[in-house]
């Protein structure tokens, strides 16, 4: 018989955590990696029966990592806090828990993700993106990227059609103020290897994306949530290279631009993150 583990890594998401650990009560493990959260996150993880684990947050890869290794069995479920397992996901789940599952097959499975668009969840028309969530531990470990960490898996990965919830994008604040974070910590990452900017990806991409994201992806089937969805999307990646170009001009020009006597100027990700 197939056991499975199910882990959780979390900060003060006392608001979806509830709802995501009750779509996985039937797993032999739910292990729950907190940042020492400051609301009632952790006695949420408790309520539901989880193994709380703390530490300090890492990075989302390395923290990911940390919790996968503290996870007891061979099939290993990975969600985000925002993120619930649906009824029809949890029935093949607790399947996994009776049969071979494959196993001498696939090392991972790809499931696809039903995605709240502000006011409302996509439409079942709209194109879902698919992500490996379920796969074996020993075949398994997380990439080091500073955002959007995701799992490498050896050998065959096969796909499965039911699907998660994820409950990210709940308005219009919310995702840009996402979006805003995240493009700092790929700037980041795109400058420690040794990326060069060009200014043209911010003329060129945004456009392409909204392009893909409102009518290929079939974005247009939420309505106007789509539209909005599809057009902040593609700010976010003006934003990842708006910022990489900035950060070349701070450290090009410094401070010749500025008049005799100005304040010093300090490069944006020293002043929103640290420095490099």
């Not at 493990?29 to 006695?43: C, F, R």
């Not at 890869?61 to 969600?79: C, D, I, P, Y």
């Not at 399947?95 to 599952?101: A, G, Q």
Request: glycine letters at 6%; aromatic letters at 14%.
């Amino acid at each position: 018989m197939q056991k499975l583990s199910v882990f959780v890594t979390t900060f003060n998401n006392a608001q979806t955590l509830d709802a995501c650990l009750r779509s996985v009560a039937f797993a032999d493990e739910v292990l729950v990696l907190d940042s020492y959260s400051t609301d009632n996150t952790a006695h949420i993880a408790e309520q539901n029966g989880a193994r709380l684990i703390k530490n300090e947050f890492l990075g989302y890869g390395r923290q990911k990592q940390l919790a996968l290794n503290h996870t007891s069995h061979e099939w290993v479920l990975f969600l985000d806090a925002d993120e619930m397992v649906s009824a029809t996901l949890a029935h093949i789940l607790q399947w996994l828990k009776l049969e071979d599952f494959q196993q001498e097959r696939f090392n991972g499975f790809e499931i696809p993700r039903h995605e709240q668009v502000f006011w409302r969840m996509s439409a079942n028309a709209t194109r879902k993106n698919y992500y490996v969530r379920l796969f074996r531990k020993s075949h398994a470990s997380f990439t080091q990227m500073p955002v959007h960490a995701t799992v490498d898996v050896t050998g065959a990965v096969g796909r499965l059609e039911e699907h998660f919830y994820h409950f990210g994008e709940t308005d219009i604040h919310t995702k840009v103020a996402k979006i805003n974070a995240y493009s700092s910590g790929l700037v980041r990452d795109k400058r420690a290897k040794g990326q060069r900017a060009n200014p043209w990806m911010m003329v060129v991409y945004p456009p392409l994306f909204f392009l893909r994201s409102f009518i290929f992806k079939r974005g247009f089937a939420n309505g106007w949530a789509g539209f909005i969805a599809s057009i902040v999307g593609s700010f976010y990646v003006f934003l990842k290279y708006a910022k990489l170009y900035e950060q070349a001009r701070f450290d090009a020009d410094g401070a010749k631009h500025m008049p005799c006597g100005a304040p010093t100027l300090r490069s944006p990700l020293e002043r929103h993150g640290g420095p490099l």
